[in-house]
């Protein structure tokens, strides 16, 4: 069975960049499917992030385009989140997850998420 | 940006009693693309309904789904103690590309 497991660190200060990263095991990620950064605020609103493609190429959210970026190591089939110039507002539960491609784009395995504060 | 609207924002029922919950779109989306997680406290949301009415694995058949243009909904036709979570509507657009979620239903058993 696939699985997905975020790691990074759990407190950033404001203004440093966010960086975390997905571990998919189960599965390579250059065999199929989109690979994607979902967010929970405190309160409980889901947001979508971004995703990177098994091909390669990235999608982000416009609201988080000037600031996020989506990347990946084939050798280690991780794939990882940077969000720059983090503030309070940037606080949440951090899920990476997984859509079947040309199907109907539905988020069909999540990670565990992991949980980021932003304080100084 | 699609918004959705998910209502009530919370729900109490009965061991039994049958319920429904509504997620609206302000655009028309395509049933194909409109789909439900449950999500328990503490843990992660977990695809629950696909394409509007399709039971994902696992789940029991006391749940259904329908809907169509901007109007859907999740039925639980008996409702059981394990089935107290928040469910999420969720919808896809192509163009602009776009994932969004509904701000949930909390259904508490009573």
């Known amino acids: 069975d696939v699985q997905l497991q975020e790691s990074g660190p759990d407190l950033v200060k404001p203004s440093q960049s966010l960086s975390l990263t997905c571990t998919v095991t189960?599965?390579?990620?250059?065999?199929?499917?989109?690979w994607h950064w979902i967010r929970q605020f405190p309160g409980n609103k889901l947001e979508w992030m971004g995703y990177?493609?098994?091909?390669?190429?990235?999608n982000y959210n416009p609201s988080l385009k000037s600031r996020i970026s989506i990347t990946r190591d084939t050798s280690k089939n991780q794939f990882f989140l940077q969000l720059n110039s983090v503030t309070t507002e940037d606080t949440a539960t951090y899920y990476c997850a997984r859509v079947p491609t040309a199907t109907y784009w539905y988020f069909d395995v999540w990670g565990a998420g992991t949980t980021v504060t932003v304080s100084s | 940006e699609n918004v959705l609207t998910q209502s009530p924002a919370i729900m109490s029922a009965s061991p039994g009693e049958k319920v429904t919950m509504t997620c609206r779109a302000s655009?028309?989306?395509?049933?194909?693309?409109l789909h439900w997680y449950q999500q328990k406290s503490g843990a992660s949301p977990k695809l629950w309904i696909y394409s509007t009415s399709n039971l994902a694995s696992g789940v029991p058949a006391r749940f259904s789904g329908s809907g169509s243009g901007t109007s859907y909904s999740l039925t639980i036709s008996s409702v059981e103690a394990e089935d107290a979570a928040t469910y999420y509507c969720?919808?896809?657009?192509?163009?602009?590309?776009?994932?969004?979620f509904g701000g949930g239903t909390k259904l508490e058993i009573k």
């Open positions: 189960g599965y390579s990620i250059t065999s199929g499917y989109s």
């Open positions: 655009s028309s989306v395509s049933s194909s693309y």
């Open positions: 990177i493609h098994y091909s390669g190429s990235t």
């Open positions: 969720q919808q896809y657009s192509g163009y602009p590309l776009m994932y969004t």
